[in-house]
């Protein structure tokens, strides 16, 4: 015989068990908050754009067919600014204690679709390196480039820039700890419905009769300790009572 679960039941279950999804959710969301603020570093990002132009004539920047050369030319570009003959020196220039590679961990190059601008990014717990890393790879890309390719068609658009109280892109606590707390509450809902799954102890008469496919025709009703008490003083009263009227007659 099927058993079918309806959704009175599923919500006794909850019921039931809501202390353990509340602890299960405040469990996630603590750990997550603590390890957000307290272990997690901060890491900033400073952005620099690179405009390819072909040449310096103003109207060339409207000729299709050198914006369309521009255009082809980004996509090498981007490799070549983060490639070791631009990063080692960077990393000289600046007296940095890393590698190539992992200064090239630490950048990210993008380039929107028909424009001639790249953005150069980079990431760093410290702000203002972060700003000093991206504005000196930006001028080396833009003197090595003419030895590289020949050509004088990279300039630097916008530098890189600290502000006051600049913000960490990462990591994000509240994002953080709103994720612990819808995962926190689906784990402490899935623990709840698989205790209930496991339990297959008897509590009530519909435990019986599901058990044993049998109707339940009488039960026995459960005194707790303070009736008990209630109970036994009466009785003694009475006893006290019936005495003093023997005693009187």
Do not use: C, H, W
């Not at 209930?196 to 009488?218: M, P, S």
Request: a positive charge; proline letters at 2%; glycine letters at 4%.
């Amino acid at each position: 015989m099927e058993e079918t679960i309806s959704l009175k039941e599923l919500f006794q279950t909850l019921k039931k068990r809501l202390n353990l999804i509340i602890v299960v959710t405040l469990i996630a969301v603590l750990v997550s908050g603590i390890v957000s603020y307290f272990f997690l570093t901060p890491i900033y990002q400073a952005s620099t754009q690179i405009l390819v132009n072909q040449s310096k004539d103003e109207q060339s920047l409207y000729n299709t067919n050198q914006v369309q050369t521009n255009l082809q030319l980004i996509n090498t570009y981007n490799v070549i600014i983060k490639s070791p003959a631009i990063l080692d020196k960077v990393i000289k220039e600046l007296g940095l204690n890393m590698t190539s590679g992992e200064l090239n961990s630490k950048m990210t190059i993008q380039s929107e679709n028909n424009s001639q601008v790249i953005n150069l990014s980079v990431e760093d717990p410290n702000a203002k390196r972060a700003a000093k890393l991206a504005n000196k790879t930006a001028e080396v890309f833009e003197k090595e480039i003419k030895k590289i390719m020949k050509v004088e068609n990279v300039s630097v658009l916008a530098k890189a820039t600290v502000t006051d109280g600049q913000s960490p892109i990462k990591p994000k606590p509240l994002l953080n700890i709103v994720i612990a707390l819808v995962v926190g509450l689906m784990a402490g809902v899935g623990l709840a419905f698989l205790m209930e799954y496991l339990d297959n102890t008897i509590k009530t008469e519909q435990d019986i009769e599901k058990a044993l496919g049998l109707a339940v025709i009488g039960t026995i009703a459960t005194i707790d300790d303070s009736k008990m008490e209630d109970l036994k003083n009466k009785k003694t009263e009475r006893r006290s009572r019936v005495r003093g009227e023997s005693i009187g007659s």
